[in-house]
């Protein structure tokens, strides 16, 4: 009997035990005084909301860098080192972003690099793995040649102290050189994310950072600081590029001194940066959002009716129903007959309208109640939960085509 409940649990009385921890740790996680609801980067879906532990690893003093700290996941969730991941601070339970799910927080409104951190170590305990993390505290800014053009690159990483106790000055024979040491942390995005991750999270590619590479890395335009790359290590954890960095002089001619970029121009004094211009347009895309219902035939059907006269209550959601919405995009008319394109792809969003006099944490949950769930490109269904908190609240609804040419709004209230 023992064996059989022992083998029901694991193969022996350690695996048994591991097992058990797993499910205290599982079942008592949030009640931890270091709970925190993160906000992380996974290369595999995306930006989304994590539970995590966040722990002291050492005690913080002036006399050396900036310490690391422990980040631990739920029982057998694990991420790979160099992903990003914004932890509230101790002044509020929330990040702040503007939009509680942002598709890209670096151009959030409540963007808050104070709170961005970024996993650099990985501790392999026996049970309950613990992360080592770094908080971000530089946006590094260089110019490159990207497939035969010069393009303005960045990457947000950790700017650590090399312990170099030089006096920064180097001497030689006939010559008197900055000699002042640093470190810089990033992560290896393009291994992490790969061609497609980069597009679709919108970072830059930092196997471009290469030796003799020049940053700024000073928020003083009088007398901007400037550092040149001297080794990349790039293997050692994998996900994370660790830079060494001397300090360089300031070159009047090539450094952008307004965007505190070096090499911005060239010998010239010319922009290496290209900027196309837009091709012109030979018309005008335009987008709608329709309403849809399942007909007689169990189809989907649009209903087509022009958002200027439509009649109000193809605007109203019942709480505890179910509403489809399909955006269509034009490319012109003719002979009086709109041209559809049906390439498109949407990006759709769902907002509550009137904040005012609301909390952060109830207009979290008047969102959280609200349901979108995406059947293909193009359609979408909204659920309004079975709730009375909803009823007579009005949402936003916007959705706005992957190339970001066209955008389309509508308001939806909730009816009892």
């Not at 350690?14 to 290369?43: C, E, H, W």
């Not at 598709?103 to 409540?110: A, H, M, S, T």
Request: net charge negative; aromatic share 12%.
């Amino acid at each position: 009997m023992y064996q059989s409940m022992l083998t029901s649990r694991g193969k022996n009385l350690s695996q048994a035990r591991r097992k058990q921890s797993d499910m205290i740790m599982n079942a008592t996680f949030t009640g931890d005084t270091g709970y925190k609801r993160v906000y992380i980067l996974d290369p595999e879906n995306g930006w989304h909301y994590e539970d995590a532990k966040y722990s002291k690893h050492a005690t913080v003093s002036i006399l050396k860098d900036a310490v690391d700290y422990y980040l631990q996941f739920r029982p057998k969730v694990h991420y790979p080192i160099g992903v990003y991941v914004f932890i509230p601070d101790d002044t509020d339970d929330e990040i702040g972003f503007e939009d509680y799910e942002p598709d890209n927080p670096f151009e959030d409104e409540g963007f808050d690099l104070n709170k961005l951190w970024m996993i650099v170590n990985r501790n392999d305990e026996t049970q309950f793995v613990r992360y080592n993390i770094l908080k971000c505290n530089w946006d590094f800014k260089w110019v490159c040649k990207v497939h035969g053009k010069m393009e303005l690159m960045h990457v947000i990483g950790c700017s650590r102290n090399a312990n170099s106790y030089t006096s920064g000055v180097w001497t030689a024979d006939y010559t008197v050189g900055l000699d002042n040491v640093t470190n810089g942390w990033i992560p290896d995005t393009h291994y992490l994310y790969g061609d497609e991750g980069l597009k679709e999270y919108n970072l830059c590619d930092t196997r471009y950072m290469s030796h003799e590479q020049r940053f700024v890395m000073s928020h003083n335009k009088i007398n901007p600081k400037v550092y040149e790359i001297t080794k990349v290590v790039d293997l050692n954890p994998m996900g994370v590029i660790n830079l060494t960095l001397k300090q360089d002089e300031w070159n009047e001619k090539r450094d952008n001194r307004e965007l505190l970029v070096c090499d911005y121009y060239d010998d010239t004094g010319e922009t290496q940066i290209i900027i196309p211009e837009a091709e012109p347009q030979d018309s005008t895309l335009t987008s709608y959002i329709y309403t849809a219902h399942v007909n007689e035939n169990n189809e989907l059907e649009i209903d087509y009716v022009d958002q200027s006269i439509r009649d109000t209550n193809y605007n109203k959601l019942q709480i505890n129903g179910t509403y489809y919405f399909v955006a269509e995009y034009y490319t012109g008319t003719v002979g009086g007959e709109q041209i559809v394109d049906p390439d498109r792809k949407s990006e759709w969003k769902l907002k509550l309208k009137n904040v005012e006099g609301l909390t952060d944490a109830e207009i979290n949950r008047l969102d959280k109640l609200m349901v979108m769930d995406k059947i293909d490109d193009n359609i979408i269904s909204i659920h309004p939960k079975k709730a009375s908190i909803l009823i007579g609240h009005t949402f936003t609804l916007t959705v706005t085509d992957l190339e970001g040419e066209s955008r389309s709004i509508m308001d939806v209230e909730v009816i009892g």
